[in-house]
């Protein structure tokens, strides 16, 4: 059975960081895409950053180039991580691991469809 559980999200300040990770079971997700999203109060979900197995490509939406980095080279503990540094208070949000179908950016967003797989989770605040 896959499994993927999130977990370092927390309360920080702005201008602070944080490192989420999302242990996977049940797969190999060095043979998958694997991505990153958030939701905040209010909004649609979006898509963060991905990664693709495939090829070694990543990607970000623009507002988090340069301070979010995607890493996906644990595979001995078959997990991934978002290291998220300069953190501001517009990145709070329900942050999600997800297996995705593809990785890839369309129009500036990294979309997810009806085939991926979701984990259940963790909430990153931060404060101003």
């Known amino acids: 059975e896959r499994q993927l559980v999130e977990s370092g999200g927390g309360l920080v300040q702005s201008g602070g960081s944080l490192r989420l990770s999302c242990a996977a079971s049940g797969f190999t997700f060095e043979d998958y895409a694997m991505g990153w999203f958030r939701q905040a109060p209010g909004k649609e979900r979006e898509g963060v950053s991905c990664f693709s197995s495939r090829d070694g490509s990543t990607y970000y939406i623009d507002s988090v180039k340069g301070r979010f980095t995607i890493d996906a080279s644990d595979s001995a503990k078959n997990t991934l991580y978002l290291q998220m540094n300069s953190l501001e208070p517009e990145d709070t949000a329900v942050y999600y691991c997800?297996?995705?179908?593809?990785?890839?950016?369309?129009?500036?967003?990294?979309?997810?469809?009806?085939?991926?797989?979701w984990g259940q989770g963790t909430q990153v605040t931060v404060s101003s």
């Open positions: 997800v297996l995705l179908t593809v990785c890839k950016v369309v129009d500036g967003q990294v979309p997810s469809n009806e085939f991926d797989f």
